[in-house]
């Protein structure tokens, strides 16, 4: 025995330095994340510095960095240069500028710098030279005209929610209801009914919604008639912009706030990263349709793979006669979960959606054609898509919960005069729940990351609408969704402003982490809960 433990010393070393080494990889990987995702809501300070050429340049430092010089002689003091997210993409062309500290003359924090959050074209930096109503200068000056825009914002934003809801509520309600009415009308005449009190009928619906339509685009162009009020602001360079008040989400002076004004900011900030509509090219705003579509596309994904991977397990465990075409089966289900996801979702657009989907809108809704309605990318055939991406691991884990229950267990209940069917359902199958959930604690958090089959499945950049709404049947399977993860790529690598969109990449990919977490904890919760309540052991 000893000569045995001391022949797996070795092992045993490099079994625990290789598992020490992932957590390490692991818990570097989230640091990293979480450093740049966290301080990204932060309120840094605004500097304005002067150049040893004259220049001024107001902005926010984000980063600092040597600068290489190959073939300096050994000894040669390091040179830095600084990164400065300027903003103003639209009077300088660029967010970000780099400059060497050694042309830096004079660096300040001057506390009348202003940092505007636009709805395009990124942040203005710069000083309140005067307050406008329309053609009326109401203040002038840095003080004066800060107060005057902190108490004209406020409204300002009320009336462009206001013009907001009514496109989406009201008009949106009118849009729904015509569209439903030309649907209609269209269906009509594919039957060969042209004419008739039917039709008769549809047409004279349509004038009343038309009317309530002209009066809520009048409503509407009334509001934007009120938006007169703007501010205009000395930037860097002798350069002013004259901005209306409805482009701006929040002015803040930065310089002059202290940390329980920055971490009140902050986390105003956090909460509209994770409850707002994204905006900029998804480089600003929040990411609530991403967090919907991906919570929802995981919730039918497991509503669709828990059955199909139980019902195979259990036909191959414990129905089917065990034999070479069994013993295959089992290879090539094994074999699945190695195959790329793409070839998954070249699947499921070949299958679901132009094959069942296309089906589904010429015998339900040939009316919309050539417009399809099923026939296109959507969150259910996504979900379906993944749903086979995962089903292998469900039934793996599935197997081996069943493998694990005693043979004796079954042999008693039959025994009792119970039937295959009610051992199966009423004594095995909540034995085995604990390895089903864990089976779909793994599909959960591969689907959860899955982006591949999603591109060609029904993901989108900017999604007009979610799954859910108001609307019959409320539940909408045909629209197409946003997705945390392609969210990340779509930011990361398809943005055509890199340095602003790289913070929002680790934002992002922080918030589908923590999402992640929490889905898992939650079906490990319910799986040990369900392990003490059928415990093999304890029967």
């Known amino acids: 025995m000893r000569k045995f433990w001391k022949s797996g010393d070795p092992f045993i070393w490099l079994t625990g330095g290789a598992l020490a080494f992932s957590l390490i990889m692991v818990a570097g990987l989230v640091l990293l994340v979480l450093v740049n995702g966290m301080g990204f809501f932060w309120p840094e300070g605004v500097v304005r510095l002067t150049l040893t050429d004259g220049k001024v340049i107001i902005g926010q430092i984000m980063e600092r960095e040597v600068i290489p010089e190959p073939g300096a002689p050994p000894g040669t003091p390091r040179k830095y240069r600084i990164q400065v997210k300027q903003g103003n993409r639209d009077l300088y062309g660029a967010d970000f500028v780099w400059v060497d500290e050694a042309k830096i003359a004079k660096r300040e924090a001057p506390p009348e710098v202003l940092v505007i959050e636009r709805r395009e074209w990124g942040n203005l930096y710069g000083v309140i030279k005067e307050v406008r109503e329309g053609d009326r200068v109401v203040a002038g000056g840095p003080e004066i005209g800060w107060n005057a825009l902190q108490a004209r914002l406020p409204e300002t934003l009320r009336v462009v929610r206001e013009i907001r809801r009514i496109e989406l509520?009201?008009?949106?309600?009118?849009?729904?209801?015509?569209?439903?009415?030309?649907?209609?009308?269209?269906?009509?005449?594919?039957?060969?009914?042209?004419?008739?009190?039917?039709?008769?009928?549809?047409?004279?619906?349509?004038?009343?919604?038309?009317?309530?339509?002209?009066?809520?685009?009048?409503?509407?162009?009334?509001?934007?008639?009120?938006?007169?009020?703007?501010?205009?602001?000395?930037?860097?360079?002798?350069k002013e912009k004259d901005l209306p008040l409805s482009q701006v989400v929040e002015g803040y002076r930065p310089n002059t706030m202290g940390i329980a004004a920055k971490s009140g900011f902050y986390l105003s900030k956090v909460w509209e990263f994770v409850s707002d509509n994204p905006r900029e090219s998804n480089t600003e705003g929040g990411v609530f349709p991403a967090i919907f579509g991906t919570v929802m596309m995981v919730f039918i994904m497991s509503l669709a793979v828990t059955p199909l991977g139980v019902v195979a397990a259990f036909y191959l465990r414990e129905y089917a006669k065990q034999g070479p075409f069994v013993s295959a089966v089992r290879i090539a289900v094994n074999n699945l979960a190695g195959v790329p996801s793409i070839v998954f979702g070249v699947f499921g657009v070949g299958f679901f959606i132009y094959f069942v989907g296309g089906t589904i809108d010429r015998l339900f809704f040939p009316e919309a054609l050539p417009t399809p309605t099923f026939g296109t990318g959507g969150i259910l055939w996504a979900s379906l898509t993944l749903s086979l991406l995962t089903v292998p691991v469900v039934i793996v884990a599935a197997?081996?919960?069943?493998?694990?229950?005693?043979?004796?267990?079954?042999?008693?209940?039959?025994?009792?005069?119970?039937?295959?069917?009610?051992?199966?359902?009423?004594?095995?199958?909540?034995?085995?729940?604990?390895?089903?959930?864990?089976?779909?604690?793994?599909?959960?958090?591969?689907?959860?990351?899955?982006?591949?089959?999603?591109?060609?499945?029904?993901?989108?950049?900017?999604?007009?609408?979610?799954?859910?709404?108001?609307?019959?049947?409320?539940?909408?399977?045909?629209?197409?969704?946003?997705?945390?993860g392609f969210h990340i790529y779509d930011v990361g690598f398809q943005s055509p402003n890199v340095d602003a969109a790289r913070p929002m990449v680790y934002t992002t990919t922080m918030l589908l982490l923590t999402i992640v977490v929490i889905l898992n904890l939650t079906a490990i919760a319910l799986r040990n809960r369900l392990r003490k309540k059928y415990a093999v052991s304890a029967l």
């Open 169 to 238: 509520k009201e008009i949106g309600t009118i849009n729904h209801a015509q569209e439903k009415i030309r649907l209609q009308l269209k269906k009509l005449e594919l039957r060969g009914v042209k004419d008739g009190p039917e039709v008769e009928r549809l047409r004279q619906e349509t004038a009343p919604w038309q009317a309530k339509y002209d009066i809520q685009a009048a409503r509407v162009a009334e509001l934007r008639r009120g938006l007169t009020a703007s501010v205009v602001v000395s930037a860097a360079g002798d």
């Open 399 to 484: 197997e081996e919960g069943l493998a694990a229950v005693p043979k004796g267990i079954r042999e008693a209940s039959l025994a009792l005069g119970a039937t295959k069917f009610e051992t199966t359902w009423r004594v095995v199958l909540p034995a085995v729940m604990p390895s089903i959930l864990t089976g779909l604690i793994l599909a959960m958090a591969r689907a959860a990351g899955e982006v591949a089959p999603l591109m060609i499945t029904g993901v989108v950049k900017l999604a007009p609408a979610l799954p859910l709404d108001g609307f019959w049947p409320f539940l909408h399977l045909d629209r197409k969704f946003m997705h945390l």
